[in-house]
């Protein structure tokens, strides 16, 4: 069975730390070359273009799917069978780059110290508190602020998208219109990527 088109029952079923890694990484190479593709929009394309905003979009939204992809796995495992590996799992420094966040603000963060869970659990003016203390200015707070919510829609509302099978691109139905109306964050500007 291709693991994109689990049901419902099927997901809410524990997975062995071997699993949970697998399907993790399997994730981690579509975030990876999803923000590879986003990052190439924003930087080399006409971002004022719709094609190119609406595959931003896109883009974004697959990618809030993919790390609550990774965050569900997570929570499916054990917590006494959790190792470092699996612990390092969805990875914040990508998180980051999705929102654009400065350079030298995750050169300030020493991994480990700060997790894309732990922004979850925080209100937004922990959010703010903290990264500020890596130097975040207050547009990268509320982008982050912004993005944040909308992982935690997606994630709590246990929405997964569905994938044809024939591409690496979701059927039109995986991208509900409530993750695409959140996926551009206020005050990004997509010229502006430093990766």
């Known amino acids: 069975m291709d693991e994109e088109?689990?049901?419902k029952s099927e997901e809410q079923q524990p997975l062995s730390l071997q699993k949970a890694l697998?399907?993790?990484e399997l994730v981690q190479n579509m975030i990876d070359l999803s923000i590879s593709n986003l990052e190439g929009l924003r930087t080399k394309c006409a971002t004022s273009n719709d094609l190119t905003q609406k595959e931003i979009r896109t883009l974004e939204s697959?990618?809030?799917k993919y790390f609550?992809?990774?965050l569900s796995c997570k929570k499916k495992v054990a917590l006494q069978e959790?190792?470092?590996e699996?612990?390092?799992f969805p990875q914040l420094r990508h998180w980051f780059?999705?929102?654009?966040?400065?350079?030298e603000v995750l050169e300030e963060i020493t991994p480990g110290r700060l997790s894309l869970?732990?922004?979850?659990?925080?209100?937004?003016?922990q959010v703010c508190e903290t990264v500020e203390k890596y130097g975040a200015n207050r547009e990268e707070c509320a982008r982050l602020n912004a993005s944040l919510s909308c992982l935690r829609n997606v994630h709590m509302s246990g929405e997964q998208a569905q994938w044809d099978g024939r591409t690496d691109r979701p059927t039109s139905a995986a991208i509900p219109a409530a993750s695409c109306a959140c996926s551009r964050w206020p005050g990004l500007d997509p010229v502006h990527s430093e990766w």
């Not at 869970?117 to 003016?125: G, H």
């Open 117 to 125: 869970e732990d922004l979850l659990e925080m209100t937004d003016e």
């Open 5 to 7: 088109n689990m049901t």
């Open 97 to 103: 780059r999705i929102v654009d966040m400065r350079k």
């Open 82 to 84: 959790r190792n470092a």
């Open 86 to 88: 699996l612990d390092g």
């Open 68 to 70: 609550s992809r990774q």
């Open 62 to 64: 697959k990618l809030v």
């Open 22 to 24: 697998q399907q993790c």
